[in-house]
């Protein structure tokens, strides 16, 4: 399933052509909020796609203006459980899914069309990730922040719920997979057996999230749960989103140690996400000169993907973007 051939190759040869770090698109509900887009919903900015795509369409564009070298696609917390619960039939749920691959493609295709015949450009033709997000995204209880999905929960369970979002995704035409959030060793062995069963063809990428800056959120080490991920072919890079970027050195240190895929790194703004509560608590949060300050040391300690997710914007990765490719 998917492109044939094609696992590795791209990813690989846009970090190159990238001078050796690729940039990666920011906060997604942000944006849309800067827009006036209301999210507070337990589908969060996948109802966009229902109710304002071309806000989707827009902050796209923004991210790919900034100068993300890979868009990542509005369907995070787009399952099709979770569109059903909304009365949407199946096929709807589907539709939505594929709709936000193809929102993230055509706004690709058109910014590229237009850059292409700028002399002296400093872009890159961007890769589309399809954003697969948790079962605690899915849960919307705040569990992809913890891990613990409870005795209910077995290997069998989230391959189920990963299966068919998985299937829609990848034959819609994304050029990469980037699971995202991911909270424990269940969920990221479920992962790893899919795309083998599912025999996927195109690049992947897992990440966790991080509570503590050194376990996963369940308490396992990230030891455990990267001895899974070293055994797949079909995942090219593994790292960490979603947690407070004061974490990310560290653990690309310790991820050098612990595997040779690629390290993917794209953290908060710093704030905290309180998913009870449905809010950001206050915090200390990163301007974007910090933020870029970090995204060098970040790619001098081994990350070849770096970005922004929740609170991030594109004047985030604006600056992020001109300090990585001034120095490749």
């Not at 997604?28 to 507070?40: K, R």
């Not at 593994?238 to 240190?253: D, H, K, R, S, T």
């Not at 594109?314 to 001034?326: D, G």
Request: hydrophobic share 35%; charged share 25%; glycine share 8%.
């Amino acid at each position: 399933m998917g492109k044939e051939n094609t696992t590795a190759s791209s990813l690989d040869d846009l970090i190159e052509k990238a001078g050796g770090c690729a940039v990666i698109d920011g906060g997604f509900a942000t944006q849309l909020e800067t827009h006036g887009a209301s999210i507070n919903d337990p589908l969060w900015s996948a109802l966009c796609l229902i109710k304002q795509p071309h806000l989707v369409k827009r902050v796209h564009l923004e991210y790919l203006e900034a100068g993300a070298d890979i868009l990542v696609t509005s369907s995070y917390q787009a399952t099709i459980p979770g569109f059903l619960s909304r009365g949407l039939s199946i096929e709807e749920a589907e539709s939505l899914l594929e709709k936000s691959v193809t929102l993230a493609v055509e706004a690709r295709d058109k910014f590229w069309d237009a850059v292409k015949k700028v002399p002296g450009h400093n872009y890159n033709r961007a890769l589309v990730a399809a954003s697969i997000g948790s079962y605690g995204a899915y849960l919307a209880d705040g569990s992809e922040y913890s891990g613990n999905y409870g005795p209910g929960v077995d290997l069998e369970k989230l391959k189920d719920f990963h299966r068919r979002r998985l299937q829609v995704l990848v034959e819609s035409g994304p050029d990469l997979l980037a699971f995202e959030t991911i909270p424990n060793k269940l969920e990221a062995q479920a992962l790893v057996e899919l795309l083998e069963e599912e025999n996927i063809q195109i690049p992947s990428w897992i990440c966790f999230s991080s509570v503590d800056g050194e376990n996963a959120p369940s308490g396992e080490s990230f030891k455990e749960c990267l001895d899974i991920i070293n055994k797949s072919g079909k995942v090219n890079a593994v790292g960490i989103n979603c947690a407070p970027p004061q974490f990310v050195e560290n653990l690309i240190c310790y991820f050098k140690e612990l595997t040779k895929k690629a390290i993917v790194v794209y953290p908060n703004s710093g704030e905290v996400w309180d998913g009870r509560a449905k809010k950001w608590l206050p915090s200390k949060c990163l301007g974007d000169g910090k933020f870029e300050s970090f995204a060098t040391r970040w790619r001098d300690s081994g990350a070849k993907l770096i970005g922004g997710c929740c609170r991030t914007t594109p004047s985030t990765i604006q600056a992020v973007s001109k300090v990585l490719k001034e120095r490749s």
